[in-house]
């Protein structure tokens, strides 16, 4: 087995191999800990990589397709709503332009502070691409998922962002319906973010 033991210098992790040893009517146990605590590090590292989004730290595409996963299927079992938002920052190539790319990696990282902060802690939130993010909003239906979207479109719109630059979303929202398959569910989504952008951005539209 593999355990950690806390110490004055932090947590270390141990890999425990007990040895059965019998000597006449006696039993005796060898017990060998080998110090893996650098190697369940670097684990964790790598799993942490592969999971996240470097830049602004959220989850990124794989894990939500993951966590979409397991809630799609739970939501079919128990007949849960289930719905998610993707929104994207309007006119965010501008901003790059003007401002460059640098102060571009600042506004994704603050937006991910704000969303993460507003949401709730049941809900999922990742990174689907470039300024694109979505959110997993379990046992939510759609005219709940409208009204959390809304909030924190208002939100995102209503603070500073670095350079004291102020930044608009626009929002797509959907609910699982039985019929639905994994990949309807995300290009009914992504017709209802493409509808918001057309129809003047800074907006929620729910399909």
Do not use: M
């Not at 397991?70 to 901003?95: C, G, T």
């Not at 998922?145 to 603070?159: D, G, M, P, W």
């Amino acid at each position: 087995k593999v355990v950690s033991i806390a110490g004055v210098d932090g947590d270390k992790a141990f890999y425990v191999n007990i040895d059965l040893i019998g000597i006449d009517t006696d039993t005796l146990y060898i017990i060998s800990l080998t110090d893996i605590t650098y190697l369940q590090e670097e684990k964790l590292k790598i799993q942490y990589k592969a999971t996240h989004d470097e830049l602004t730290g959220s989850y990124n595409r794989v894990k939500f397709d993951e966590l979409f996963e397991v809630e799609y299927l739970r939501s079919l079992r128990y007949q849960r709503p289930l719905s998610i938002a993707i929104l994207d920052i309007d006119h965010f190539k501008i901003v790059n332009d003007t401002h460059g790319h640098l102060v571009g990696d600042e506004i994704l990282k603050k937006l991910v502070k704000y969303c993460k902060s507003n949401i709730r802690k049941t809900d999922f939130f990742a990174r689907w691409g470039g300024e694109e993010f979505i959110v997993l909003l379990k046992s939510s239906n759609i005219k709940q998922a409208n009204k959390i979207a809304n909030e924190l479109r208002q939100y995102i719109q209503s603070h500073n962002f670095p350079h004291s630059l102020k930044i608009t979303c626009s929002f797509g929202v959907t609910e699982f319906k039985v019929s639905d398959t994994q990949i309807g569910i995300f290009k009914r989504v992504d017709e209802a973010l493409y509808e918001a952008k057309e129809s003047g951005r800074n907006r929620v539209v729910a399909r």
